[in-house]
């Protein structure tokens, strides 16, 4: 996909528009989970969420190839389209975004803050997806897909800063949607020689990509209802499959109760909003708490977009919570 050098660059080109986020080690985190933790706070991102990366260099590197673009479409539960939205408005070029029915509509609010022409059409993101295609076709746009070449080098800028700020990392545990995260996070080790152990992490409500790393193949799920919607993937794609196939340790599944609890850890402990996605990795690591004790481990907080009622009512359920 790309090789040190090409990575470097890319965050060059990043820095352009964003600083770096941080990594920190909590230590009330650590202390309840008996390990040291390093939040890698992806939720410090200008869109909130680590995608922003992939949307700055995709936009970057498609004008290069077709200065001529009369615009753009995609479809997104809100993180992607945030980062299109945010990349597109900074170069003068118009996008449309396709999300599905009932999508959150504090990520609709700021898409369409950043001149976003936000269309709501399908029961999920699948069904969003092939109304993207379907614009494209219809209005000759170019239709930025969940996963590219550019898109996994830019979000891999997170993964060069985490692992040459943080040494001797002994497991990571990042969240699975379309698979560019951890894609990203897989190869940015591997070029730098680590020996660190890539946990991924989806719903059990939102399994498609842990039954088809599983059994080794493609495996379509008919549903992904899930309040974590980053994770709301149905339809792996063979391409990142064969990545995560390739460089993963295994891929864990944590329940949408797992993840509340997660949500209500990192806030307590660290005081940062992770949305269910983002919260997801840690619920991976509180499931194998157990695997980790004394080891240096590593979370990905991929972003913190979450409706305030949704979050509030999340805090709010301390009496349903594990004990950690």
């Known amino acids: 996909m790309f090789d040190l050098n090409s990575l470097r660059l890319a965050a060059t080109d990043v820095y352009r528009s964003m600083a770096p986020t941080p990594q920190l080690a909590w230590p009330v985190l650590a202390d309840r989970l008996g390990c040291t933790v390093w939040v890698k706070h992806e939720n410090h991102t200008p869109t909130g969420a680590f995608k922003v990366r992939g949307g700055l260099l995709y936009v970057q590197g498609l004008l290069a190839r077709e200065p001529a673009i009369k615009g753009l479409v995609t479809a997104t539960r809100g993180n992607h389209g945030q980062s299109l939205a945010l990349a597109a408005s900074r170069m003068g070029l118009k996008i449309s975004i ?73 497991t990571v545990y990042v969240p699975i949607g379309m698979g560019s995260g ?90 940062n909003t992770a949305e269910g996605a983002g919260a997801a990795a840690l619920a991976g690591l509180i499931k194998e708490q157990a695997l980790q004790q004394g080891r240096r481990v590593a979370v990905i907080l991929s972003g913190a977009n979450i409706d305030r009622q949704l979050y509030a009512g999340i805090l709010d359920e301390d009496s349903a919570s594990p004990t950690v």
Not at 105 to 120: F, S, Y
Not at 244 to 250: F, L
């Open 182 to 271: 951890i894609c990203g996070l897989i190869r940015t080790r591997d070029l730098l020689g680590l020996k660190t152990e890539i946990v991924g992490v989806v719903s059990s409500h939102a399994d498609a990509f842990a039954q088809s790393f599983e059994q080794g193949r493609v495996i379509c799920t008919d549903t992904a209802h899930t309040f974590a919607d980053g994770l709301a993937c149905r339809q792996p794609l063979p391409e990142s499959l064969a990545i995560i196939a390739k460089g993963a340790a295994r891929v864990i599944r944590v329940s949408d109760r797992e993840i509340a609890c997660a949500m209500r850890l990192c806030h307590e402990t660290t005081h």
């Open 98 to 170: 396709v999300v599905p029915e009932g999508n959150s509509r504090e990520k609709n609010a700021a898409m369409r803050a950043m001149g976003a022409c936000v269309i709501e059409c399908g029961k999920d993101f699948d069904e969003a997806r092939s109304k993207a295609a379907a614009l494209a076709q219809n209005h000759g746009l170019h239709l930025v897909p969940a996963f590219h070449p550019d898109l996994i080098r830019g979000v891999a800028t997170y993964a060069l800063e985490l692992f040459e700020a943080v040494s001797e990392l002994d």
